[in-house]
């Protein structure tokens, strides 16, 4: 008889939903330890965890996240506010940030700001109202809101800039420095022989600015002049990249090389080249920056500038991870990756032993 009402009892509470307290009650360990082992949690033991996994599949547990959040005093869900949802670019930086945040058991919402600052504002305050625990911004301000960052730190939300720093503002950033891509990019157009650069440059953001400062640098470097005729904007896309080329094709000499801000600039860039019928590269050496995952598979493959975009996201969501668990507000970190010339048939003029490659390049 006992036995029967044991049943009965095990079958009214599997009607119920599992709680987490269930799960740590059967298996004789603190809610805290459930906790960790849902989220996979490095600091409790593997085999602890398991009986957690396991007893948690055996009763059909789902989170109840409105409950996780009283308990925990914390949401679980992180904002990523990104200027463009169709450059791949931020949807490879995404992918980092999902492979870092996932396995913790936060949910990642991605906001779209449409390269327009207050759009961005209220995106970021849409968020701000589903209790998110962190930040992440690539953000498309020219120079920071201050009353938007104000009412972060007053709300003491923890926030990291990906891709996109703002001048003046000390805070968070994980990115690869632009000048040094405007650099790297121009260097290789010289060393391929071309003398007349020019340079699609992109909005009028700290990115275009550092690209088209690294530009100039290497001009000034090498004796060659630089002409405002030769600098043209193209914004971030492929029309836009593609209208600018033929502004360029126009000028009388045409260049010979062209740096263009961004990849799918290029790619506009390209189909202008081609359009003309003139030949690449030895008409026109192009290159663009970013290296996304159609940048070899273009009619001619584009040579470009790497930028570590999913390890920008991977390096972005551990940072804003260690804000949220932090005691005490750390010091501002400056994560800076290092860009890479990854060389391809747009721009490979010479070929020798090295075909051309620079030592430390890859192709």
């Not at 598979?297 to 570590?308: A, E, M, N």
């Not at 490979?348 to 075909?355: A, D, E, I, L």
């Amino acid at each position: 008889m006992i036995y029967c009402i044991s049943i009965l009892l095990e079958e009214d509470r599997m009607t119920k939903r599992t709680s987490m307290k269930d799960i740590a009650r059967d298996l004789n360990v603190s809610i805290v330890t459930v906790s960790k082992a849902l989220r996979n949690q490095k600091d409790i033991s593997q085999a602890t965890r398991q009986r957690v996994l396991d007893r948690a599949a055996e009763l059909n547990y789902m989170p109840n996240l409105a409950a996780q959040t009283l308990a925990t005093q914390r949401s679980y869900i992180i904002g990523f506010v990104v200027p463009d949802l169709m450059i791949s670019f931020f949807a490879e930086i995404s992918k980092g940030v999902s492979e870092r945040l996932a396995p913790l058991g936060y949910h990642v919402v991605i906001a779209h700001s449409q390269e327009d600052p207050e759009i961005e504002k209220q995106e970021i305050e849409r968020l701000l109202a589903r209790q998110i625990d962190g930040l992440l911004i690539a953000s498309a301000q020219s120079r920071p809101d201050a009353d938007l960052f104000q009412s972060l730190e007053t709300r003491h939300v923890p926030y990291v800039l990906v891709d996109r720093a703002l001048p003046g503002l000390r805070s968070n950033y994980v990115g690869v420095k632009d000048e040094g891509i405007g650099e790297l990019a121009t260097e290789h157009l010289v060393e391929q022989g071309c003398r007349r650069i020019a340079h699609i440059r992109g909005p009028a953001l700290p990115t275009g600015a550092g690209r088209l400062k690294g530009y100039r640098g290497v001009l000034r470097r090498h004796g060659m002049e630089f002409s405002a005729k030769y600098v043209v904007n193209g914004q971030s896309g492929k029309h836009t990249g593609n209208l600018a080329m033929r502004e360029l094709l126009k000028l009388d000499p045409p260049p010979d090389g062209v740096f263009c801000y961004n990849d799918a600039v290029a790619a506009g860039a390209l189909m202008a080249i081609l359009e003309a019928g003139l030949r690449i590269p030895d008409d026109v050496a192009v290159i663009g920056a970013a290296n996304v995952h159609y940048s070899d598979v273009l009619r001619v493959p584009l040579s470009t500038i790497d930028q570590s975009s999913v390890l920008i996201g991977q390096k972005a969501a551990d940072l804003l991870v260690r804000l949220i668990d932090a005691k005490t507000e750390p010091a501002p970190e400056r994560i800076l990756i290092p860009p890479r010339l990854v060389v391809r048939e747009s721009s490979r003029r010479k070929f020798g032993v090295s075909q051309g490659v620079p030592v430390g390049v890859f192709v």
